[in-house]
T-cell receptor
Framework: KNEVEQSPQNLTAQEGEFITINCSYS?????LHWLQQHPGGGIVSLFM???GKKKHGRLIATINIQEKHSSLHITASHPRDSAVYIC????????FGTGTSLTVIP | DAEITQSPRHKITETGRQVTLACHQT?????MFWYRQDLGHGLRLIHY???????NKGEVSDGYSVSRSNTEDLPLTLESAASSQTSVYFC???????????FGSGTQLSVL
């Protein structure tokens, strides 16, 4: 049983395209995190949110607590955005999705 | 700059050997976590600590142990390495339980 489901698993986009990655979860949470993992493995936290929307540069994250759903949007995608994006929710512990592998082609 | 470091980056060992992976953070964070990452699975929690002398088991703790003798370090020990423990291991820390996680660079462990 996966507490966190992400879609799509893999995504290929042309440079400049608008990208959406989705995350659905089944547990009660106090916060949701979006993480980015680059080839080579390092993981960095992009956003932590518990309601509404947050924006950082070309990245936008939204969450709907009632629907238990979050989206990560990337506007004007660039090859350097190529990475695995991981959704993590904080209930009584962190639960992680299996990630969405994004490739942006020049 | 404050950071979280793991060592070694890569380790090859034999079945049955004891292995210790190091994790050191300089943020003075109370909370430290060990996760493993395997294909087809999200990050899975092995052990965690909310402060010195505090350790707790996660969902995949069998065969692993940790100790927390100071704020900065949470070493992960595989008592008798098994091939099923071949994985990438990540250490993470946070200031409070509901705050942002900071990850180390990971340790690729191969048990032959």
């Amino acid at each position: 049983k996966n507490e966190v489901e992400q879609s799509p698993q893999n995504l290929t986009a042309q440079e400049g395209e608008f990208i959406t990655i989705n995350c659905s979860y089944s547990v009660g949470i106090s916060a949701l995190h979006w993480l980015q993992q680059h080839p080579g493995g390092g993981i960095v936290s992009l956003f932590m949110l518990s309601s509404g929307k947050k924006k950082h540069g070309r990245l936008i994250a939204t969450i709907n607590i009632q629907e238990k759903h979050s989206s990560l949007h990337i506007t004007a995608s660039h090859p350097r955005d190529s990475a695995v994006y991981i959704c993590a929710v904080l209930g009584n512990q962190f639960y992680f999705g299996t990630g969405t592998s994004l490739t942006v082609i020049p | 700059d404050a950071e979280i470091t793991q060592s070694p980056r890569h380790k090859i060992t034999e079945t049955g050997r004891q292995v210790t992976l190091a994790c050191h953070q300089t943020w003075n964070h109370n909370n430290m976590f060990w996760y493993r990452q395997d294909l087809g699975h999200g990050l899975r929690l092995i052990h965690y600590s909310y402060g010195v002398q505090d350790t707790n088991k996660g969902e995949v703790s069998d065969g692993y142990s940790v100790s927390r003798s100071n704020t900065e370090d949470l070493p992960l020990t595989l008592e008798s390495a098994a091939s099923s423990q071949t994985s990438v291991y990540f250490c993470a820390s946070s200031r409070q339980w509901n705050e942002k996680l900071f990850f180390g660079s990971g340790t690729q462990l191969s048990v032959l």
